[in-house]
């Protein structure tokens, strides 16, 4: 009894996962503030807000005001950081919330996307809203927003990273990436069509460096200070691009680890429950409310076909009850 309870807490207490939002740029028109903690699924309501959009739940999340309803952000940039709970950067004019990570970070993506194709059909098939999974550019996958970007080789001397080491050297190769998308932000111009857009870039390096190396390592650290870096340059080149008016946030979540250990809870619960799912009882009370049940119905429709064709004559019980000259008969 006192295993299964502690499965069960656990279990409760992996649904949610913990993670950071921070917000490196917003529009003049939005104000964020204060550290209140905020859900992954009111994240999306956040900033589809920010991009003027009706949210379709409340909240009484307060870390947004809204201070020009007529000049919302024209873009959206989100950096998922994988596998972490926060970046620990240290970057001025920045924004932390902590974050419930109650969902994953691909539904939350596609609900976002989801309400821009609503809104405009044709803007979806513009290449104006974009996923890049950066791991998967490294391992050679195409991407829209990368086409025609050379990847130049990372020179940077590490203290702690090895390139030697397979996990240090993918986070290199996603950084690198991550470096080109900014050069490639900042030569699209300025981007003025008065429709929103959304760039939504998954980082997942960091996962296997900080599994390898350990969440408080020296080698994490520095891996997690270089991928702040990183954010910061791309941030910088989308406040160019679109004259300030871009929200652009980080998003660190440590939901792979959590969704990992909760499956394996589950999958325990699941076994010790399974004997005690149906007593011995079970396929007599089954039946027995069955076929109860079934002569019940077959009654019913007896008796209902049976008043139907009822001859209400002076003999019948309702001709009696219903006869004004009942009292006349008596």
């Not at 991928?227 to 406040?239: H, K, M």
């Amino acid at each position: 009894m006192l295993f299964k309870t502690l499965v069960a807490a656990l279990c409760i207490a992996a649904v949610a996962a913990e993670g950071e939002l921070q917000v490196l740029h917003s529009t003049d028109s939005l104000h964020f503030h204060g550290h209140e903690r905020l859900s992954q699924d009111t994240l999306k309501e956040v900033l589809s807000a920010s991009l003027g959009f009706t949210i379709e739940k409340s909240s009484e999340w307060k870390g947004l005001r809204i201070l020009d309803p007529f000049k919302y952000s024209e873009a959206v940039a989100v950096l998922v950081v994988d596998g972490v709970k926060s970046l620990d950067s240290k970057l001025p004019h920045t924004h932390r919330y902590p974050l419930t990570t109650t969902e994953h970070e691909e539904d939350t993506w596609q609900s976002l996307r989801s309400r821009i194709d609503a809104r405009f059909p044709h803007k979806v098939h513009n290449n104006t809203v974009y996923r890049v999974d950066l791991q998967d550019v490294v391992l050679g996958e195409k991407s829209p927003l990368l086409d025609g970007v050379r990847i130049a080789q990372d020179s940077q001397q590490y203290e702690f990273l090895d390139a030697e080491i397979e996990e240090d050297a993918q986070l290199m190769k996603e950084v690198q990436v991550l470096r080109a998308l900014a050069h490639k932000i900042e030569t699209l111009g300025n981007a003025h069509d008065g429709l929103p857009d959304l760039y939504w870039i998954v980082l997942r390096g960091l996962h296997a460096v900080s599994d390898r190396h350990g969440a408080d390592s020296p080698t994490t650290l520095e891996a997690k200070q270089l991928v702040s870096d990183a954010a910061n340059v791309l941030s910088q080149a989308f406040t160019s691009v679109y004259d300030g008016r871009v929200v652009f946030a980080t998003v660190a979540t440590d939901s792979s680890h959590t969704r990992r250990a909760r499956s394996l809870l589950q999958d325990s619960t699941a076994t010790v429950d399974a004997p005690d799912a149906y007593s011995e009882d079970f396929p007599v009370i089954f039946n027995i409310i069955l076929w109860f049940s079934i002569v019940l119905v077959f009654a019913l429709i007896a008796i209902s076909v049976a008043i139907a064709d009822m001859d209400p004559g002076r003999d019948s019980i309702i001709y009696r009850m219903t006869s004004t000259r009942m009292k006349k008969d008596n």
